[in-house]
């Protein structure tokens, strides 16, 4: 079994900034992909970044210029740096991990950004 605990969400004002972190740990094994989701009340659940074990990045286009996702793989963290916030960016946000067969996701984060 696998557990991933999410940290650093809350509320901020829009142009500001947070960064999420996650941290796995259990029965990892590797090469494993980690990402951030969002899920707003009544949409659907999206993908905001990944990565991979090579480092290799995917962002959905409403976060390109404005938030980076990276990894720690000694402590099996993954991070979200979010910049430039905006409103619409407000969600729960989600971390994910997949191993061969195997997918997880935390218990999610909320980021508010409001005045």
């Known amino acids: 079994q696998v557990q991933l605990v999410e940290s650093g969400g809350g509320l901020v004002q829009p142009g500001g900034s947070l960064r999420l972190s996650c941290a796995a740990s259990g029965s990892i094994f590797t090469p494993y992909t980690m990402g951030w989701y969002r899920q707003a009340p009544g949409k659907q659940r999206d993908m905001v970044a990944t990565?991979?074990?090579?480092?290799?990045?995917n962002y959905a286009d409403s976060v390109k210029g404005r938030f980076t996702i990276s990894r720690d793989n000694a402590k099996n963290t993954v991070y979200l740096q979010m910049n430039s916030l905006k409103p619409e960016d407000t969600a729960v946000y989600y971390c994910?991990?997949?191993?061969?067969?195997?997918?997880?996701w935390g218990q999610g984060t909320q980021v508010t950004v409001s005045s």
């Open positions: 990565i991979t074990s090579g480092e290799s990045t």
């Open positions: 994910n991990i997949r191993f061969w067969k195997n997918n997880y």
